[in-house]
């Protein structure tokens, strides 16, 4: 190879270095040190992934990927998926097909037509294969092809599936196909791949379920193998632990244990919400209400059904269609909202505004539907209907960053009054299939910057992550057995005002666009409500428990005194409930500390004669005997909402 042109790489701490043209990430990679080379598995040229083969022709700027890097660990369980579980599937049953075998979070899956449907008991024998492949230690090589000789490739192998993604590629050249030391497996990927399998981690095939080809439900019915990947067997087996975990706190089998809430077949995706379970969701309403009018929210309400035209306006048309509902009345098309953002600059819309009348704070608990895949829907976590704790602050470019700095105050509030006290904040920047001029981001992108860092928070970068109308903060929870949840949101919008006609009057007397704010906390009260169950495991904070107390009678001449306590936690706001069933005292115990209510009262005639009440509390051996008084007091501190929120 002639390698007399020379070239400029500039390296992520801004050193520069000439090389001749031509040479590899992997030779950049050893010039910089043995070690790296050795733990490189791929090269970044100007931002984009490389594998560590590909020549670098012209000046640029890269940085070396190491398997110990978030990056590094997603090329891995891309190579298991792509290299590994696939050429053990073709080793294992010849006559498979394979479909697709994308990474997902925390690992990977493959989409295989089988000659015949492989059982989960099957996934211990190819799991082996997998082992007795990464012993190999073999190293990854990649080719590039023209489209007709990868399909002319695949047409040997009979690989139906690899040939129809080339057919309705747009590629004409440059199809990557991907082998393995001396072995005669081959893949079509668009990689990057490690370098050698001997870089591979610790795995584990996790699952085995049925996917359609493309997701759609008129293809055929493919088997989905899914796994998990980490960088050595004591991530791994942190992992499995999580997961063992969160099996036992699944919202699913604790709500209906706890008779909160139920799904069904004839309102796919939608809740069926029992007295229990409406209780959290009313007591989470009325506290984010309560919250929203201290900050200077006001409440509005905006329809179901929107005319299509609107939704062509706003653009929500064209990007969501698909996922709306619709209903055809009178010769138009009418779309159930999926989103509250056009109905409220409507309202906004309605008389002149002023300058002066800006921040806008528009509320709403808007009912919103999206008809998500029936493959998609997984409990409260992902429905078809839904309330989201919605707001839009129409507000100045000069107001962007105390109306985020605000915003984030109030959201960090409400995270630690539902007892999430880890919040990591993230950047989403412009997305590729993107609404407005660029122009127009760098100019919402540069204001929500600018906010951020003026309000004094540190947050991460969630590269090309932003809505379709604009920059966002993503605020991600962290539970009780460190899984992430993103809730919150906070998206700057120069688009929406400018498409919808929204305008304000300012000092000058002249028109002018106002900023958008879209914003959530909770995100919906279904999701959060199921995040809540599993972070708490069902022991959900006292205040929001749908029963605090339940008060147990030893003897039936003791119901008196226990309906008088009754009364007195009633005055308080406390959710009670009296047990005088004519069961045993130590079989009802049992029963409500399952069903996690935080105390129970009994009392009988020594409890009379002293004016006391012998008290159990949720998760403690011992109980507590309390003179009348003191104990209401204890009950209305750890009860009452008043006492447990933010003031």
């Known amino acids: 190879m002639n390698r007399s042109k020379k070239i400029s790489i500039t390296f992520p701490d801004g050193s520069k270095k000439i090389f001749p043209d031509g040479l590899s990430g992997y030779d950049v990679a050893k010039t910089i040190s043995k070690s790296l080379s050795k733990q490189a598995v791929a090269i970044k040229i100007n931002g984009k992934q490389k594998d560590l083969i590909d020549p670098i022709l012209k000046d640029c700027e890269i940085s070396i990927i190491t398997v110990a890097t978030d990056e590094g660990l997603e090329i891995m369980r891309h190579t298991i998926a792509a290299q590994v579980l ?55 090589y990649k080719t590039l092809h023209t489209k007709q000789e990868v399909i002319s490739l695949f047409k040997d192998r009979n690989e139906d599936y690899k040939i129809k993604i080339i057919e309705e590629s747009k590629q004409t050249e440059s199809f990557q196909i991907y082998t393995q030391g001396d072995s005669q497996f081959i893949d079509l990927c668009r990689g990057p791949h490690l370098p050698t399998l001997e870089l591979v981690g610790a795995f584990k095939l996790t699952k085995l379920s049925g996917a359609y080809w493309r997701g759609d439900s008129k293809n055929e019915m493919l088997q989905r193998i899914y796994g998990t990947a980490w960088k050595n067997e004591n991530e791994l087996n942190k992992y499995l632990m999580m997961i063992e975990e969160a099996e036992k706190r699944d919202h ?37 209400r309560k919250k929203l009018e201290k900050n200077g929210y006001h409440e509005v309400n905006t329809p179901q059904l929107v005319d299509k035209s609107l939704w062509e306006k706003s653009g929500h048309w064209e990007k969501f269609r698909e996922y709306m509902f619709t209903s055809e009345s009178e010769e138009k098309t009418l779309a159930i909202k999926p989103m509250n953002c056009p109905c409220h600059v409507q309202i906004f819309r309605q008389g002149i505004k002023s300058y002066k009348d800006l921040p806008i704070r528009m509320a ?20 078809r209907a839904f309330t989201q704790d919605d707001a839009h602050i129409f507000c100045t470019k000069e107001q962007i960053v105390s ?91 120069f688009v929406l005002p400018e498409r919808l006609d929204a305008s304000y009057i300012g000092e000058d007397g002249q028109k002018y666009r106002p900023v958008i704010l879209h914003r959530a906390i909770l995100g919906s009260f279904e999701r959060f409500i199921g995040i809540l169950i599993e972070n708490f495991s069902g022991k959900l904070p006292n205040w929001l ?103």
């Open 252 to 288: 699913r089998k604790i709500g209906k244990e706890l008779d909160l809430f139920h799904f069904q077949e004839h309102a796919v995706g939608s809740v069926f919400w029992h007295k229990k379970g409406w209780k959290i969701y009313r007591k989470i309403l009325n506290y984010m």
């Open 403 to 493: 109306e985020t700095e605000k915003f984030c105050k109030f959201l960090m509030e409400v995270y630690k009054d539902f007892g999430f006290e880890e919040v990591v904040i993230k950047f989403a920047d412009r997305p590729e299939n993107r609404a407005g001029e660029d122009a127009v981001w760098d100019q919402a992108e540069n204001a929500l910057r600018e906010a951020i860092n003026q309000a004094g928070y540190s947050y991460e970068l969630n590269k090309g992550e932003g809505a379709f109308y604009g920059p966002k903060l993503e605020f991600v929870l962290k539970d009780a057995i460190g899984r992430d949840w993103q809730c919150g949101t906070l998206q700057v919008d």
């Open 545 to 647: 428990a749908p029963t605090q107390v339940v008060l147990i009678n030893i003897n039936d001449d003791c119901l008196d005194y226990i309906k008088l306590i009754n009364d007195e936690l009633k005055l308080l706001g406390i959710e009670t409930i009296i047990d005088d069933r004519k069961e045993k005292i130590n079989y009802k115990i049992r029963e409500h500390a399952v069903n996690k209510i935080p105390y129970i009262v009994v009392a009988g005639h020594k409890e009379i004669d002293t004016q006391t009440v012998s008290l159990r509390t949720l998760g403690k051996k011992d109980q507590q005997v309390l003179n009348l008084k003191d104990f209401l007091k204890k009950i209305k501190n750890s009860c009452s909402i008043s006492e447990n929120v933010s003031n």
């Open 364 to 383: 709403e608990f808007g009912s919103c539907h999206r008809n998500e895949p029936s493959g998609a829907l997984h409990g409260l976590m992902r429905v």
């Open 86 to 140: 696939a050429r053990a599937i073709k080793n294992l049953y010849p006559q498979s097909k394979l479909a697709i075998g994308p990474t997902i979070e925390n690992g990977f899956y493959y989409d295989v037509m089988f000659e015949k449907p492989i059982s989960l008991e099957d996934l211990e024998l190819i799991e082996k294969e997998m082992k007795r492949i990464v012993l190999e230690k073999s190293n990854i």
